[in-house]
């Protein structure tokens, strides 16, 4: 046996030594050209997040986020609770009609469906929902519904639900495929039925990623603009109720100050982005939360 010392990685010929020693430089490359892609992407992200604390945190005090919005634009001061519990409320609301229907969907496509006609024609569905236009589905939504019942805060949401639909599905498919083959069949190995497979097995060792996808579609719902011009109308005051009058929402809160002349308009503009921000924030750190407690990791 050959007692020559291990040069790279326990090479034990020049041959060796210079093919890892190509592998090593190779991988060091392509280490840095992800970190410069990294840093690329992070330098607008890093901009605009501070532009926004620059223009909007000089705003944001208690009473902005409590009081109600001025009747005259030009006023300048607070506030936007309203615009705040408006999105809470749309929002919520969409989650919560869009995401488990979004998973149950999932479900049925990876774990029953697979590739048979009506699997097909889902995923082709959610496909092309996923490329339509937010002010289109706002329109649809405003034709089935709110001319027929008015507008509201569940109007917004369907329309928002709509949109996030399609993403939960594709997310969550593609999430559900990762968990390994061998954790459903040990299960059914044991005796449970497949039913009982996917609630205990698959799903708590998808949540991560099931979660991932779902913040992804509520981090988009609660930045739309167009579907809600169209479905909730325009409030001042604080509505809580989903089935029962107007409402706003600070993305069309935005919007609407933005355009407008007045400085304090502008204002509460960047104040309200600042804290649409925030709240998708705390919405995200919230539930990364509540994950990391019940998921469940794979051996």
């Known amino acids: 046996m050959s007692t020559m010392p291990d040069t790279v990685f326990g090479a034990r010929s020049p041959e060796d030594a210079r093919h890892l020693g190509r592998r090593r430089w190779a991988n060091g490359v392509f280490s840095g050209l992800v970190c410069a892609a990294v840093g690329l992407a992070l330098v607008p992200l890093v901009a605009i997040i501070s532009y926004v604390l620059r223009q909007g945190g000089s705003v944001i005090s208690w009473n902005f986020l409590t009081e109600p919005i001025p009747i005259l634009s030009r006023s300048v001061g607070p506030g936007m609770g309203p615009a705040i519990v408006g999105t809470l409320v749309i929002t919520g609301t969409a989650t919560l009609m869009a995401v488990p229907l979004g998973i149950l969907a999932a479900v049925y496509l990876n774990e029953y469906g697979r590739k048979n006609r009506l699997a097909t024609v889902i995923r082709t569905m959610a496909d092309v929902m996923t490329g339509v236009p937010s002010i289109v589905m706002g329109l649809f939504i405003y034709t089935i519904w709110v001319l027929h019942y008015g507008l509201s805060g569940f109007a917004g949401a369907l329309a928002l639900?709509?949109?996030?639909?399609?993403?939960?599905?594709?997310?969550?498919?593609?999430?559900?495929?990762?968990?390994p083959a061998g954790l459903r069949e040990a299960s059914l190995a044991l005796g449970a039925s497949r039913a009982r497979t996917i609630l205990t097995v698959v799903l708590p060792a998808a949540i991560p990623g099931i979660t991932s996808g779902a913040l992804l579609?509520?981090?988009?719902?609660?930045?739309?603009?167009?579907?809600?011009?169209?479905?909730?109308?325009?409030?001042?005051?604080?509505?809580?109720?989903?089935?029962s009058g107007a409402n706003t929402a600070l993305s069309t809160q935005i919007f609407r100050n933005a355009q407008l002349p007045f400085v304090g308009a502008q204002q509460r503009a960047w104040g309200a982005a600042l804290t649409l921000i925030v709240l998708v924030v705390v919405l995200t750190i919230l539930a990364r939360i509540v994950t990391k407690r019940f998921s469940v990791p794979l051996r």
């Open 217 to 243: 579609a509520v981090a988009r719902a609660a930045g739309e603009t167009a579907p809600l011009l169209f479905t909730v109308g325009a409030s001042r005051t604080t509505n809580w109720h989903a089935f």
């Open 161 to 179: 639900a709509c949109l996030m639909l399609p993403i939960v599905i594709r997310s969550t498919e593609e999430i559900l495929r990762l968990v």
